[in-house]
């Protein structure tokens, strides 16, 4: 599609980046860090055509992929504990929770479908002892949110759908189609 869609606007696409480029590229966006001076040189007197789909395997395979993306998804979901640190609190067990969905390898449909279907106490005594209990789970996401539906609302379609309903919640949407009344409506 890709390629078919370069030609039709006659776009040359960029060459293959080399291999050191490459490397360095794929650990920062797997594992947060470029690669050591021994992994690299390792990396490029490797023979091996499949090189590159090795070395790919490799990082999803590391403790540095599951570290990598539970900090970045742990930075989304809870944006509000980088300023809040009563927010901080809640954000090692949603931490526990995104790792072992990584390190299990859970692909992304069901981790979000467990996310946002998750089954909710209304006790809040009971979620803060869940959270204290050690047991891994999402609940922190509700928490940090305060259990408020329009909160709840505007992050996950923020985040899975990549479209911001904020301002919905106090008048119609400057640039999208949805109205306050859609926002509050059911």
Same mark, same amino acid.
């Not at 390629?3 to 480029?21: F, H, I, N, S």
């Not at 309903?165 to 859609?182: K, S, V």
């Given at each position: 599609? %890709?390629?078919? !869609?370069?030609?039709?606007?006659?776009?040359?696409?960029?060459?293959?980046?080399?291999?050191?480029?490459?490397?360095?590229?794929?650990?920062?966006?797997?594992?947060?860090?470029?690669?050591?001076?021994?992994? @690299? !040189?390792?990396?490029?007197?490797?023979?091996?055509?499949?090189?590159?789909?090795?070395?790919?395997?490799?990082?999803?395979?590391?403790p540095g992929?599951?570290?990598?993306?539970?900090? %970045?998804? !742990?930075?989304?979901?809870?944006?509000?504990?980088?300023?809040?640190?009563?927010?901080?609190?809640?954000?090692?067990?949603?931490?526990?929770?995104?790792?072992?969905?990584?390190?299990?390898?859970?692909?992304?449909?069901?981790?979000?479908?467990?996310?946002?279907?998750?089954? *909710?106490?209304?006790?809040?005594?009971? *979620?803060?002892?869940? %959270?204290?209990?050690?047991?891994?789970?999402?609940?922190?996401?509700? *928490?940090?949110?305060?259990?408020?539906?329009?909160?709840?609302?505007?992050s996950t379609?923020?985040?899975?759908?990549?479209?911001?309903?904020?301002?919905?919640?106090?008048?119609?949407?400057?640039?999208? !189609?949805? @109205?306050?009344?859609?926002?509050?409506?059911?």
């Open positions: 599609f %890709i390629a078919a !869609r370069l030609a039709a606007e006659k776009v040359a696409p960029a060459p293959q980046a080399e291999d050191g480029a490459y490397l360095r590229r794929l650990s920062l966006d797997t594992i947060g860090r470029i690669p050591s001076v021994s992994e @690299t !040189r390792r990396f490029l007197r490797d023979p091996v055509s499949a090189k590159r789909e090795q070395a790919v395997e490799r990082l999803l395979d590391s992929y599951v570290t990598n993306f539970s900090n %970045i998804w !742990r930075d989304l979901l809870l944006p509000e504990a980088n300023a809040d640190f009563q927010q901080r609190f809640l954000s090692a067990n949603i931490e526990r929770w995104l790792r072992k969905e990584f390190a299990d390898h859970v692909p992304y449909d069901r981790m979000v479908r467990e996310l946002i279907t998750m089954p *909710m106490q209304m006790n809040r005594q009971n *979620m803060y002892y869940n %959270i204290r209990a050690g047991s891994p789970s999402p609940l922190a996401f509700y *928490m940090s949110k305060k259990g408020k539906p329009e909160n709840l609302a505007a379609a923020r985040l899975f759908l990549g479209v911001r309903l904020e301002c919905a919640q106090c008048h119609n949407h400057p640039f999208g !189609r949805w @109205t306050r009344e859609q926002f509050w409506g059911q």
